[in-house]
C-alpha cells in the first residue's frame, strides 16, 4: 500500500508523520486490497476545531473518502481512519453478499 500524507500550509513534524503513518498501516488489516490511500492535514477556518484531515483510499475500482475536523491534528488523523474503517468493512460486507 503506498501512503502520502501532505501538510498544507504548515510544516508537520516527523512525529505527527509516524502516527498518521502508524494509523494508516492500520487500514490494510481491515481490507486488504488497499492500493494506495492520500492523508491531507491542514488549517481549518473553524476556531472550536481549527486541524481537519482528509483521507482518500483508492481500492479496486473505488475510491473511499473521509474528513474530519478536530481541535488536534492526531485526533482528526484518528477519527477520519476510525471513519475509514467502517467504511471500508461495510464495503467488504457488501462485496462478499454479491
Known amino acids: 500500500?503506498?501512503?502520502?500524507?501532505?501538510?498544507?500550509h504548515f510544516e508537520a513534524?516527523?512525529?505527527l508523520k509516524d502516527f498518521a503513518?502508524?494509523?494508516?498501516?492500520?487500514?490494510s488489516t481491515v481490507f486488504g486490497r488497499i492500493t494506495s490511500c492520500s492523508?491531507?492535514?491542514?488549517e481549518h477556518p473553524d476556531p472550536d476545531f481549527p486541524q481537519s484531515?482528509?483521507?482518500i483510499v483508492h481500492i479496486p475500482q473505488k475510491s473511499?473518502?473521509?474528513k474530519s475536523a478536530k481541535s488536534t491534528y492526531e485526533k482528526a488523523v484518528?477519527?477520519?481512519?476510525?471513519?475509514?474503517k467502517r467504511?471500508?468493512?461495510?464495503y467488504k460486507e457488501k462485496k462478499l453478499q454479491h
Open 21 to 27: 503513518n502508524e494509523h494508516l498501516q492500520k487500514l
Open 13 to 15: 513534524s516527523e512525529q
Open 53 to 55: 484531515a482528509e483521507l
Open 78 to 84: 484518528h477519527d477520519v481512519v476510525e471513519n475509514m
Open 64 to 66: 473511499l473518502t473521509a
Open 1 to 8: 500500500m503506498k501512503t502520502t500524507i501532505t501538510s498544507r
Open 39 to 42: 492523508l491531507v492535514m491542514e
Open 87 to 90: 467504511q471500508l468493512k461495510r
